[in-house]
């Protein structure tokens, strides 16, 4: 019987970011049954690092153990390409708020806006073997799982122009935010009910209210 990917990757990013191990390993195990192959699960764990940290990541990536094939060392791209492929990729996903985004960041540290591009997008997101569509899938899930709101509406606006539907989002999002407290829950929720009131808007939306 196969299990529902979206309650599945919830569920993963739920335990990834409390660090519940154990609870990872046994949610690994169902990987395929979700229809995310052992390099897929390799591929978007490795991708916790920018949401949760190294030491997360480490964590997890030792839980997986034996589970996913043997990690092999990829050459790396020059920096010139990481930056052309991260604002390719960032443009996919913001769109028209691209320029906007990067204004704000800079202002806040350029050396943010940068990494933001080089090692982000371009590093991460822009890694082969998994779409674009799942990794964008996934940082949803981990933006609920940590309580971002503001953040989580971008990247939900992003998968609504992939094609995803806000009632398959709404449950891949309510599931990773599950062990939120009830304040962020409802922080959260509010990130759902805008884009869901706002769906054939959603590129004018401000998120200053969230």
Request: aromatic residues 10%; positive net charge.
């Amino acid at each position: 019987m196969k299990d529902n990917p979206y309650l599945w990757m919830g569920r993963y990013a739920s335990a990834f970011a409390r660090h519940d191990w154990d609870g990872l390993k046994k949610l690994a195990l169902r990987a395929g049954r979700a229809g995310v192959s052992s390099p897929q699960l390799y591929e978007l764990t490795l991708q916790g690092y920018l949401f949760l940290g190294f030491p997360a990541a480490i964590e997890a990536l030792g839980t997986l153990d034996g589970l996913v094939p043997p990690a092999q060392k990829r050459r790396e791209l020059s920096l010139f390409l990481r930056v052309k492929k991260g604002r390719k990729t960032c443009r996919r996903i913001y769109r028209e708020k691209f320029s906007a985004l990067m204004e704000d960041l800079s202002q806040k540290s350029p050396e943010l806006a940068g990494w933001v591009i080089e090692e982000g997008y371009g590093k991460v997101f822009s890694r082969r073997g998994v779409s674009l569509r799942r990794r964008e899938l996934f940082a949803a899930a981990l933006l609920s799982a940590t309580g971002f709101p503001k953040q989580l509406f971008a990247h939900l606006r992003a998968l609504t122009g992939f094609g995803e539907k806000p009632k398959s989002l709404a449950v891949l999002v309510r599931e990773a935010s599950r062990a939120l407290p009830a304040s962020r829950q409802k922080k959260i929720e509010q990130a759902l009910k805008l884009l869901r009131e706002n769906k054939y808007s959603v590129w004018e939306v401000s998120v200053s209210s969230l």
